[in-house]
């Protein structure tokens, strides 16, 4: 008899889990910081616009620099730009603090993010061209979904450890400086992994090589297909940049579980928590701890044997919880329609990423990254933006910003599941795909 394949077999690779540490390090402090963002800007602005203009800031750098990006990546040692772009992330984090602390214009904050995003926008694809770099090619779907568990535990860990934080402490620069040592520590660890990338021949930075990655994406319907995807799906049925105002208006009447924690932490320790911060990073939780989940089944079974299809299956059922959570009050099922989200967004983020580098040759995997990076990436900041702009002229519209908001959700999560079907007619290739390690 073969014996089954074991799940933590490749996780005795030094080098790998020393990647994988560092992400999920990495990851916790950037969960933690996006949740501390919200908070602030709403404490401080109570709209909704100012919510979605993080999304637009953290665009803006992609859609500026994520050719150079590419090229960068594919020319020069991966490992390097890992460690150089996070320490540029650290850096910014440094300014988020003092900007907090001081209760400078808001305008900084936006500043600062810019920043951040541009050294994550130079991170992203040397990131994911390094990651093949680690592992032998029949090994790397389940490296990929062990990487995804990582990033998903840090981010079902920051936003409660993020919300948490603030509670105790009613202000976000000890979050912000958090995500400073993080990312510090992040870079040492990658720091010590002994693997390097070798370029083969560098290529000057022309308009033809920087091209190179869009040209092999729209070759490839496979890889064009589920990229696009990806991109609606999370541009219209993105809730998170609205879960401030879910958190302290629309679930405010809720959950009696959190008053009675509230109260048990003022008798014993005289904490006095503030109950819609705690809402927010349970909610900011929920999404990520589906995905966990899906990540852990996922490494303890055979590759996906029918990839294509349970992928669009996954971004519907991802549609329909988002329509779900917009039109809930209740705390708890609110939360469960975000669990849900994540489960089905995990099955498809695995599927995506094992296709782009496995399909991709090493000398181009930079630059298809970074195509990757800004279709997926621009769609997550953007959706952020359309989130906060819908909701903002609904409501202006309506007279009721709550209203606005909910609306918002609703019609995301119904033009997602459009979205679907749209995919699944235009590329049939991806009806038909089959087992995922056969990329």
């Known amino acids: 008899l073969v014996a089954p394949p074991d799940p933590y077999a490749v996780l005795r690779n030094r080098d790998l889990v020393l990647y994988l540490l560092g992400r999920f390090v990495a990851s916790l402090g950037q969960q933690m910081l996006t949740v501390a963002v919200g908070w602030e800007l709403y404490e401080r602005t109570h709209s909704a616009l100012n919510l979605g203009l993080v999304g637009l800031t953290q665009m803006l750098?992609?859609?500026?620099?994520?050719?150079?990006?590419?090229?960068?990546?594919?020319?020069?040692?991966?490992?390097?730009?890992?460690i150089a772009t996070t320490f540029v992330i650290a850096c910014a984090s440094v300014g988020l603090t003092l900007i907090s602390w001081y209760q400078a214009p808001i305008g900084w904050i936006y500043f600062f993010l810019f920043a951040a995003g541009t050294g994550r926008t130079f991170l992203w694809p040397a990131t994911s061209a390094f990651l093949p770099h680690l592992v032998p090619r029949q090994d790397f779907s389940r490296a990929v979904?062990?990487?995804?568990g990582s990033f998903q535990l840090s981010s079902v860990v920051g936003p409660a450890a993020g919300g948490a934080l603030i509670a105790l402490t009613q202000h976000a620069a000890p979050v912000y400086a958090f995500n400073a040592l993080a990312?510090?520590?992040?870079?040492?660890?990658?720091?010590?992994?002994?693997?390097r990338h070798i370029?083969?021949?560098?290529?000057k930075m022309t308009l033809n090589s920087l091209v190179v990655g869009f040209k092999f994406v729209f070759a490839s319907p496979v890889i064009l297909g589920t990229i696009t995807l990806d991109l609606f799906a999370v541009l219209l049925g993105g809730a998170t940049a609205l879960l401030p105002i879910y958190a302290k208006d629309i679930l405010s009447s809720?959950?009696?579980?959190?008053?009675?924690?509230?109260?048990?932490?003022?008798?014993?320790?005289?904490?006095?928590i503030d109950a819609a911060a705690l809402r927010?990073?349970?909610?900011?939780?929920?999404?990520?701890?589906?995905?966990?989940?899906?990540?852990?089944?996922?490494?303890?079974?055979?590759?996906?044997?029918?990839?294509?299809?349970?992928m669009l299956v996954a971004v519907a059922i991802f549609g329909a919880a988002t329509v779900g959570f917009g039109v809930s009050r209740w705390f708890w099922l609110s939360a469960l329609m975000l669990f849900?989200?994540?489960?089905?967004?995990?099955?498809?983020?695995?599927?995506?990423?094992?296709?782009?580098?496995?399909?991709?040759?090493?000398?181009?995997?930079?630059?298809?990254?970074?195509?990757?990076?800004?279709?997926i990436g621009t769609s997550n900041e953007l959706g952020g933006f359309e989130s906060g702009v819908?909701?903002?002229?609904?409501?202006?519209?309506?007279?009721?910003?709550?209203?606005?908001?909910?609306?918002?959700?609703?019609?995301?999560?119904?033009?997602?599941?459009?979205?679907?079907?749209?995919?699944?007619?235009?590329?049939?290739?991806?009806?038909k795909y089959g087992r995922l390690d056969a990329a």
């Open 61 to 82: 750098p992609m859609v500026l620099f994520t050719l150079p990006a590419g090229h960068v990546a594919d020319n020069h040692d991966r490992k390097r730009i890992i």
């Open 145 to 148: 979904t062990w990487s995804s």
């Open 183 to 195: 990312s510090l520590v992040c870079l040492t660890l990658i720091g010590l992994i002994r693997r």
């Open 199 to 203: 370029i083969a021949a560098k290529q």
């Open 254 to 272: 809720g959950p009696a579980g959190i008053t009675l924690l509230q109260h048990a932490l003022l008798r014993a320790f005289h904490l006095q």
């Open 280 to 310: 927010l990073g349970l909610l900011q939780a929920a999404l990520p701890l589906g995905s966990l989940l899906c990540a852990l089944i996922l490494a303890h079974r055979p590759p996906l044997q029918k990839a294509g299809r349970t």
């Open 340 to 375: 849900i989200c994540g489960v089905a967004d995990n099955v498809s983020v695995i599927v995506r990423h094992t296709l782009v580098q496995l399909l991709t040759p090493d000398e181009k995997r930079g630059r298809v990254s970074a195509v990757n990076s800004l279709f």
């Open 390 to 431: 819908v909701a903002f002229l609904a409501g202006r519209a309506l007279g009721n910003q709550l209203t606005g908001s909910v609306i918002s959700v609703v019609s995301g999560g119904v033009g997602t599941i459009v979205v679907v079907l749209a995919v699944a007619v235009i590329w049939p290739q991806i009806r």
